[in-house]
């Protein structure tokens, strides 16, 4: 089992920067995979990024690479997301999640419970 809570959310203006963190629970946080999704009102939870269990094979969505980087410190058991030139259009819930292999599909087998990101213009 693995527990994971979101921080580092908030309100931004167009063209700033915000850090997500991801913390997780248990000794086994580097053996997973770990993924970041959002969700924007009215609209499925979109693949933003993911990374291996080492973090040295990451993946982006289109729509974010270039602007956010993953990172995960697996002594510290925490995942990152760093996201620079934020726009509008990133206004959402943001979760991480943990599982078996890096996808681009919500089948992570943990969840966080979110964090906002508002962008203003």
């Known amino acids: 089992q693995v527990q994971l809570v979101e921080s580092g959310g908030g309100l931004v203006q167009a063209g700033g920067s915000l850090r997500l963190s991801c913390a997780a629970s248990?000794?086994?946080?580097?053996?997973?995979?770990m993924g970041w999704f959002r969700q924007a009102p009215g609209k499925e939870r979109e693949f933003v990024a993911a990374?291996?269990?080492?973090?040295?094979?990451?993946y982006y969505a289109d729509s974010v690479k270039g602007r956010f980087t993953i990172s995960r410190d697996n002594a510290k058991n925490t995942v990152y997301l760093r996201m620079n030139t934020l726009k509008p259009d990133d206004t959402a819930v943001y979760y991480c999640?943990?599982?078996?292999?890096?996808?681009?599909?919500?089948?992570?087998?943990?969840w966080g419970q979110g964090t906002q990101v508002t962008v203003s213009s």
């Open positions: 990374s291996d269990w080492s973090g040295f094979s990451t």
């Open positions: 248990g000794r086994t946080f580097s053996r997973y995979a």
């Open positions: 999640a943990a599982g078996g292999v890096p996808r681009r599909d919500v089948s992570y087998d943990y």
